[in-house]
């Protein structure tokens, strides 16, 4: 099951493209919140950026303290389904996560990355990708021409 | 939010409130450079001083910013403390995106805080903090503390003044999430003498994008041209900075105050290539912004014996490279990063700051000044000299420098040099490219090489037809009002076609605004000039220094007779633009 992978945020600039990309295109909304990817420095810009997304726990603590079966596993290699009908917007998921992945709106809805990959080829440099766990490449050595 | 009227946040810093105002016009106005020119017909005193608590400072967005990639620009809106009349300055970073998200068409701000202070705003918040421990503090410093005192990283944008906003420095900038300015025109002193530090604008909002297919298309080509075509790769690649070793090769690049327009050797200290090869750490971007053309330079620095260390990051581009590479006679690019980063440190722009302390450097040479004024030794090639001048400008330590930070030219007035004062409208551009440019730069609205395309024209062969090339400038600036009320980079006035914008603007709902775009962007040309006048501009009374007809570029000297003509034209045509009945009606 293929699972999404910031992997060479090293050479992210930050423009946000992925963000505004999986609002736009998953979500309908223009946003840098509502996102299941989203882009910060590491403490001011001078020092680069990193990705607050899902790393595709497994199991994943969010889904287990999930009271409506909202937020559930994927079938295997990590990571979550989500049905919104089902959301009680109780924010149980948001404090479960270790990596402070999940975002919330004004109005409690959570936003969490669902590996689907759709921002993958807004990004200039190739920072993301969507690959097989054991495939994917998170240390990319060569020169991209 | 896609709305029809403008939602405009009113801070007054004095009675520390704040007023949501909704106002109409966007047919007329659009957002950005018209919607900025609208709220100083509204708040602004043309005829009070730039100084006066009642004179906003106001940073506008436009209609497409957020919804489009390179729609990531903010027009700050101000009476400038170097010419006390309206100007216009632009800056991208995380700006243009977080007011969208913080919902606000515009920020106005009014007043004056009784002390130092930060103001912070987002959709649910407006707090203004004191922050006297704050004042003296340089760009960067101010930067990482306003990090730590409120929330948000990575999803606001963070504006601040150094030193030299507070000072009163005539070219001041605004600093912009560390590597975008509004730099020129002095936005810096406006902040300053409101007493506001910096201002975080949280971007916390989340909207609705338009139903159907019809934006998700538009948005896809435009991507797709940006990312997947030729058109913005020389920005990415070695940048603006691709150019110094371009115009130098064309006799056009300003060394050593204009005393020559090209030099064979130092040029490869400071190319853009040499730039790329030895000094680029990185790129980053506006947000929004898939093109990324902020190039990042290493600057190790030894500090201790022992081998100490320090590094830093300052961001290059074309403009910090002539002003502070070029125009000081520096051969060495890491001489000239060094002289970026204390001006940055110190909030100055660099083109105002590069070219003040170059004709500084010449006067002291002639003996008009001493070492009593410039408190240090000055001369061209020298970085030690320039980095102590740099901080003498930021503090205004005495009587020269204070009057240095109020403009090259009236520092020069007063020291008997304004023969050699490289000044048009404000400290140059860096394009000694012949005619058409001095004359553009010199009159033009915001005194920038990014009012028309002079440069580029000079560059080519033309005809000597005055009239010919003032209605190209008159049509250019029409035009970059358009995409200045959008509000996008003029990096991607390539993609963003007239028509593009049409369409862009019809898939987010804006039909009305799309079919007066062509009238909308002159009016708002009219507008700019109106209020331009209004605070006191005598375009006749414009000159072109003597420096700029001594010169030699790859057409050979200067034609002065016909630089006279044109600049005569030009100033009677913006007198006709600017002129009050003009108001609604054929000027």
Redesign the interface.
């Known amino acids: 099951m293929k699972t999404f992978f910031a992997a060479r945020m090293d050479r992210c600039i930050g423009c946000q493209s992925c963000s505004l990309a999986c609002a736009r295109l998953v979500h309908k909304r223009l946003s840098w919140e509502t996102a299941g990817i989203r882009i910060g420095s590491s403490g001011g810009i001078s020092t680069g950026f990193e990705a607050r997304v899902c790393l595709a726990c497994d199991p994943p603590p969010c889904a287990a303290v999930c009271p409506t079966g909202s937020i559930t596993p994927r079938k295997k290699d990590g990571g979550i389904k989500q049905d919104r009908k089902l959301c009680i917007r109780c924010g149980k998921c948001v404090k479960a996560c270790p990596v402070d992945a999940i975002a919330v709106d004004e109005l409690h809805n959570p936003y969490i990355c669902l590996h689907c990959g759709r921002c993958v080829p807004f990004c200039p440099h190739n920072c993301l990708e969507l690959a097989e766990k054991s495939a994917a490449d998170l240390i990319q050595e060569e020169v991209e021409e | 939010m896609i709305r029809s009227d403008f939602r405009v946040m009113l801070v007054d810093l004095s009675a520390r409130k704040t007023h949501i105002e909704t106002l109409p016009g966007r047919e007329t106005y659009l957002g950005g450079s018209g919607l900025a020119a609208m709220l100083f017909e509204k708040y602004g005193d043309p005829a009070a001083a730039y100084s006066d608590p009642r004179q906003p400072l106001i940073f506008a967005i436009g209609p497409l910013t ?2 489009y ?1 390179l729609m990531s620009k903010t027009v700050c809106g101000f009476l400038s403390p170097y010419h006390g009349q309206y100007a216009e300055s632009h800056a991208g970073g995380r700006s243009a ?1 977080a007011l ?2 913080a919902d606000m068409d515009a920020l106005v701000v009014v007043g004056r805080a009784s002390v130092p202070c930060v103001l912070s705003i987002g ?2 918040h407006m707090e203004i903090k004191d922050a006297p421990f704050l004042w003296g503090k340089d760009v960067f410093t101010t ?2 503390m306003v ?1 730590r005192m409120f929330s948000g ?3 606001r944008s963070i504006l601040r003044i150094g030193p030299a906003g507070e000072n009163g420095c005539a070219y001041a900038c605004i600093n912009v ?3 975008r300015h509004f730099g020129r025109l002095g936005s810096g002193a406006v902040m300053g003498a409101k007493n506001l530090k910096a201002i975080a604008i949280v ?7 338009p139903e159907g297919k019809t934006y ?1 298309r538009d ?1 896809q080509e435009v ?1 797709t041209q940006l ?1 997947e075509t030729s058109m913005m790769s020389k920005y990415h690649d070695l940048g603006t900075a691709g150019n110094v070793a371009a115009l130098n090769e064309l006799k056009s690049l300003p060394w050593r105050n204009l005393q020559a327009t090209t030099d064979p050797e130092r040029i490869n200290g400071i190319s853009g290539e040499k730039f790329a090869k030895d000094m680029l750490l ?11 053309c ?1 190039h990042i330079g290493y600057l190790r620095e030894k500090f201790m014996a022992d081998n100490r260390y320090l590094y830093r ?1 300052v961001a290059y581009d074309y403009e910090p490279i002539f002003a502070l590479g070029s125009m000081l006679g520096m051969g060495d690019g890491f001489g000239v990063l060094g002289l970026m980063d204390c001006v940055e440190r110190e909030g100055l722009d660099c083109m105002s700051g590069g070219v003040a302390l170059a004709w500084a450097t010449e006067a002291l040479e002639k003996g008009l000044i001493t070492e009593a004024e410039t408190l240090t030794p000055l001369a061209f090639g020298e970085a030690a000299g320039y980095k102590a001048a740099i901080r003498h400008l930021g503090a205004g330590t005495n009587e020269f420098y204070r009057l240095l930070a109020q403009g090259t030219l009236k520092a020069a007035r007063h020291y008997k040099g304004e023969d050699f004062a490289c000044v048009l409208g404000q400290e140059m551009a860096g394009y000694a490219t012949g005619e058409t440019f001095f004359v553009s730069e010199s009159l033009s609205f915001r005194h920038s090489h990014l009012d028309s395309s002079a440069y580029s024209a000079d560059q080519k062969k033309q005809d000597k037809d005055a009239a010919k090339i003032v209605a190209g400038f008159v049509q250019d600036e029409a035009s970059r009002c358009v995409l200045t009320s959008m509000v996008g980079c003029l990096f991607a006035r390539g993609v963003y076609t007239e028509e593009r914008m049409k369409t862009a603007l019809i898939s987010l709902g804006y039909q009305g605004v799309a079919e007066n775009l062509t009238a909308a962007g002159e009016a708002i040309q009219k507008l700019r000039w109106r209020l331009r006048l209004r605070s006191g501009y005598d375009p006749l009374a414009a000159r072109i220094p003597k420096r700029y007809t001594e010169i030699v570029t790859w057409k050979g000297p200067i034609d002065t007779v016909y630089m006279e003509e044109l600049r005569q034209a030009y100033a009677a045509r913006l007198l006709a633009l600017g002129r009050e009945e003009s108001a609604g009606a054929d000027g």
Do not use: E, M, W
Not at chain 2, 203 to 209: A, K, M, Q, R, T
């Open positions: 957020g919804y990639p995106l969208r998200f959709t649910q930067g990482k990090r990283s990575g999803h999430d560390t590597y971007g916390d909002g989340s909207f609705p994008l998700a948005f991507y990312t990185r790129n980053t971007a506006c947000s929004g912004c898939p093109v990324g902020i990051q």
